[in-house]
């Protein structure tokens, strides 16, 4: 059982940076991918960015390209979000999911029900 906390979210004004922090613990394995995904209310939950934790590539949601960055910690399990430039529209809460692949994708339903963390908040406003 894996189990996965994020960290980071915050009320930051429009053209603001946030970084976020995602721990992955428990049955992680050797290769593995994890993705950020982003939800507002009243709308579905969508892919940000992903990592995959074997050869370290990454994608990116086309509104985000340019603005965020996702990499690898030096401890095994953590991946962060670096968001700058951040817009309104980046608002919402943002979760970490994890998937027992090689590659990484940005489909919701590409990660098990059970991977996912509780999510932290990102308010960009002014």
């Known amino acids: 059982q894996v189990q996965l906390v994020e960290s980071g979210g915050d009320l930051v004004q429009p053209g603001g940076s946030l970084r976020l922090s995602c721990v992955a613990t428990g049955s992680t394995q050797d290769y593995y991918a994890i993705g950020w995904f982003r939800q507002y209310p009243g709308k579905e939950r969508e892919g940000v960015s992903c990592i995959a934790y074997y050869d370290g590539s990454t994608h990116y949601k086309d509104s985000v390209k340019g603005r965020f960055a996702i990499s690898r910690g030096h401890t095994t399990g953590t991946v962060y979000l670096q968001m700058n430039n951040l817009k309104p529209e980046d608002s919402g809460v943002y979760y970490c999911?994890?998937?027992?692949?090689?590659?990484?994708?940005?489909?919701?339903?590409?990660?098990?029900?059970?991977?996912w963390g509780k999510g932290t908040l990102v308010t960009v406003s002014s």
């Open positions: 999911a994890t998937a027992p692949t090689l590659g990484c994708d940005l489909a919701p339903h590409y990660y098990p029900t059970a991977n």
